[in-house]
């Protein structure tokens, strides 16, 4: 993202799975398994943001510091876009304020329920509200697939936020997950028209892989609660918000 330097797809192999979570909890993606590309334990201390100085690139290096400059600048990225689109409605907008690392199992909760690793989610309980990610996962799957994934994971967390603020009510969870994906591809493509976000080669298939490492189990009963969606399911809506904006995503 920005000036990615151009990564090679490893085929790491990804299992669905998801968590299911409590009503204003979402998750947004799937474990991934086997050896982490480059053995880190802790790829990003507790609290996350980047120490580099603002404006450097560290674009294409693969390193710890550019996970973490990704992660603050998509948070960044997602405020701005979505204040600027509630202030367009008329309605008042206040941001998602904490997006945590984690490291283990359990180490951070949602209201009562535990979030387990190799995840990412979204958690409104409690009073609180945060998006929480599994760095050593989330490391591992921005090396695997690139920097575009951070991007699109933080979305869709952050999707969920503005799902929560909207108040919209889905029926079944693949609903609110699709649309989320929706959301975050409308949050991306719009940025990348208005020049707030650059893509470069390579880029567009970063999303389509990412959302491939994140599909859903094809025999995964669609109905089921934690059902996100197939891979088809779920690059067609982020490419329907990528394409078309929040037009093409159902606010209704
Ligand atoms: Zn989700």
Redesign the pocket.
Known sequence: MDQPGARAWSPLRLAALCVAVVATT???VAPLTGERPDGRNEPAAPGGASSQPQGESLEGTDTVEEFEQDIVGAEQLADEYWSQRFAGFGAPFQPIGQVVPYYRDGELSCGEQLIPRNNAVYCLASGEEFIAYDANWAFAVFQAVGDSFLFYLIG??YA?GIQARLELDYSFSIER?LA?DCLAGAYLGDSVRDGTLRLDDGDLDEFQRGLEAVADDPDQPWFEEGS?GTAEQRIAAFFKGYDGSLAGCDLS
């Open positions: 979402a998750c947004a869709h967390e969920h997950e989320a996100h």
